[in-house]
C-alpha cells in the first residue's frame, strides 16, 4: 500500500482507545513512522491510561491522548486545530442498549457526527474517513439507524465543504472478536457445554481487526470524497461457528433477539443505482453532482453493478467453511485454540 501520510502531517482518531483504536494506531505508528503527531481522541481516561502504558511517550513522542466527547463541538475543535487527517471511530453500538437508551446513540452517533463535520470544516481539516457497519443498510434497530444517518451526514458533508474535505465512509461487517460479537461469546461459553443459537438460519459477515484498519488506511489513500466503501469479505453461518468452537457441546435454538436481523446486508438492491465495483471493494455514492457513479466511473476506471444488484451475508458467494473459521480463530484470537 503506497503511504497514505505526508511527512509532517498530524492525525487524530475519535473513539481511539476502543479495539479498533488500538490496532490502527499501533499500524500508523509501525508503518508511517512520517506522521508527526498522532491524537487519540475519546472520553475513557482508564483507557487512555492503560494506552499510554503499552505504548510509552519515549517511544512514540508523536502520539499524544486528548480526553473529549464528540458529543462536545467546542472540544472537538480544540483537539482538531492542526490536524489534517481524521478517523472517525466514536460510536454507541451495542443493539439492546440502544432500543433501551434511544436518545443517547442519538447524542453519539448522529449529533457527534455533525459535531464533527462543523468541527473540521472549521479547523482546515483535509480529510476525513468514517466507520460505519453493514446494521446501517436497511436498518430494523435503533442503532443502525443512527449510523446510516451518520454516514449520511458525512457524504452529504461533501456539499458544502468543496473541494476542502472530502469525508468518506467505511462500512463492513462484524469484527472477528470484537466485543459483543458471537465468536468471543461462544468462546467464553464453550466450557459450559451450552452454545445458545438464537436461529440456526442466521448468516454475517466476517472480517479481521486488521483488515478493517487496513481498509481505512486504503480509503484514506484512495478517497475522492462522497464514497461509501463496502469491502468483498466472507460471511458464515452461525451453526458453523458453533460447530468450530464447540462440536460436542449442545446448541439450543433461543430466538432473535430484538433488533436482530437473520441476514445482514451491506449493499441493497436501492442502492444498486449508485454503486460501482472497485475490485477489491465497492463504493456507493451519491446520486447526483461530481462525485455521482458516472462521473465517478469516469475518472477512475470503476465499474457499475447491474440493476438490483444486492450484498448481503445470506446470498454472499464466499462463504468461511468450519476449518477455515478455526484457523481464524488460531491467527486472530487464540493461538491455543481447541475445539470442545
Request: charged share 20%; aromatic share 8%.
Amino acid at each position: 500500500m503506497k503511504a497514505s501520510f505526508a511527512a509532517g502531517s498530524s492525525l487524530l482518531i475519535t473513539g481511539g482507545t476502543g479495539s479498533f483504536g488500538k490496532a490502527f494506531v499501533r499500524t500508523v505508528l509501525e508503518r508511517y513512522p512520517e506522521v508527526e503527531r498522532l491524537v487519540v481522541f475519546s472520553r475513557d481516561e482508564l483507557k487512555q491510561w492503560e494506552m499510554q502504558q503499552m505504548l510509552p511517550a519515549a517511544r512514540y513522542p508523536q502520539l499524544r491522548f486528548f480526553l473529549g466527547d464528540v458529543r462536545d463541538r467546542r472540544r472537538l475543535e480544540r483537539a482538531l486545530h492542526g490536524i489534517d487527517t481524521v478517523v472517525h471511530a466514536a460510536a454507541l453500538k451495542q443493539v439492546p442498549a440502544a432500543e433501551y437508551n434511544p436518545m443517547e446513540f442519538v447524542k453519539t452517533n448522529v449529533i457527534g457526527a455533525q459535531n464533527l463535520i462543523e468541527a473540521c470544516l472549521d479547523t482546515h481539516v483535509k480529510r476525513l474517513v468514517a466507520l460505519s457497519t453493514d446494521k446501517a443498510a436497511a436498518p430494523v434497530n435503533l442503532y443502525g439507524a443512527t449510523k446510516l444517518c451518520s454516514d449520511k451526514l458525512f457524504i452529504a458533508a461533501n456539499e458544502y465543504a468543496g473541494s476542502a474535505v472530502g469525508f468518506s465512509v467505511v462500512r463492513y461487517g462484524n469484527v472477528m472478536g470484537s466485543r459483543g460479537s458471537v465468536i468471543p461469546f461462544f468462546l467464553e461459553r464453550a466450557s459450559t457445554g451450552v452454545l445458545p443459537i438464537t436461529d440456526p438460519r442466521m448468516t454475517r459477515f466476517n472480517i479481521s481487526l486488521q483488515e478493517g484498519v487496513e481498509m481505512v488506511l486504503w480509503a484514506l489513500a484512495n478517497a475522492h470524497g462522497a464514497e461509501l466503501f463496502v469491502p468483498r469479505i466472507p460471511s458464515y453461518r452461525i451453526t458453523d461457528v458453533a460447530e468450530a468452537i464447540g462440536p460436542t457441546c449442545e446448541k439450543p435454538v433461543t430466538g432473535i433477539r430484538p433488533g436482530e436481523k437473520i441476514h445482514e446486508e451491506m449493499i441493497t438492491a436501492a442502492d444498486s443505482f449508485t454503486t460501482v465495483d472497485l475490485g477489491n471493494y465497492y463504493a456507493i455514492l451519491p446520486t447526483s453532482g461530481p462525485s455521482a457513479a458516472n462521473s465517478y466511473c469516469q475518472r477512475t476506471g470503476a465499474q457499475p453493478v447491474p440493476e438490483g444488484f444486492a450484498y448481503s451475508s445470506g446470498s454472499n458467494p464466499a462463504f468461511l467453511s468450519v476449518s477455515q473459521i478455526r484457523e481464524l480463530i488460531v491467527e486472530h484470537l487464540n493461538p491455543d485454540f481447541q475445539p470442545v
